[in-house]
Nanobody, 127 residues
Framework: DVQLQASGGGLVQAGGSLRLSCAVS????????MSWIRQAPGKEREVVSC?????????YAESARGRFTMSSDSSSENTVYLQMNDLKPEDTAVHYC???????????????????WGQGTQVTVSS
């Protein structure tokens, strides 16, 4: 079975940091584009950051650029991370990790391109 297990969310004050983790199993990690996608209350899901395994391109939403860093570790455990610094109240959302097979770079910002999703982890930033 494919499993994406997200963790690391929590409550933090504005300006603080969190590191989200997503443990991936059941897929060939290097064949999949990985993404962090969030959904704030009353809003549509948006891709925060994603990386294409094909050419290693990493995309950041404008709201995340300069504050968030996405990384992965396939050496021992297939894990994807999202380091979030200088958090703002508008970052409050459920954050999901997602995996998509064979997604080309130009498509990795499309929500519908992802095949597998984790259960989500809540990030709450207080002002």
């Amino acid at each position: 079975d494919v499993q994406l297990q997200a963790s690391g969310g929590g409550l933090v004050q504005a300006g603080g940091s969190l590191r989200l983790s997503c443990a991936v199993s059941g897929i060939t990690f290097d064949d999949y584009a990985m993404s962090w996608i969030r959904q704030a209350p009353g809003k549509e899901r948006e891709v925060v950051s994603c990386t294409s395994k094909g050419d290693g391109t990493t995309y950041y939403a404008e709201s995340a650029r300069g504050r968030f860093t996405m990384s992965s570790d396939s050496s021992s455990e297939n894990t994807v991370y999202l380091q979030m610094n200088d958090l703002k109240p508008e970052d409050t959302a459920v954050h999901y990790c997602a995996a998509g097979y064979g997604i080309i770079t130009s498509s990795m910002r499309l929500i519908r391109a992802y095949d597998y999703w984790g259960q989500g982890t809540q990030v709450t930033v207080s002002s």
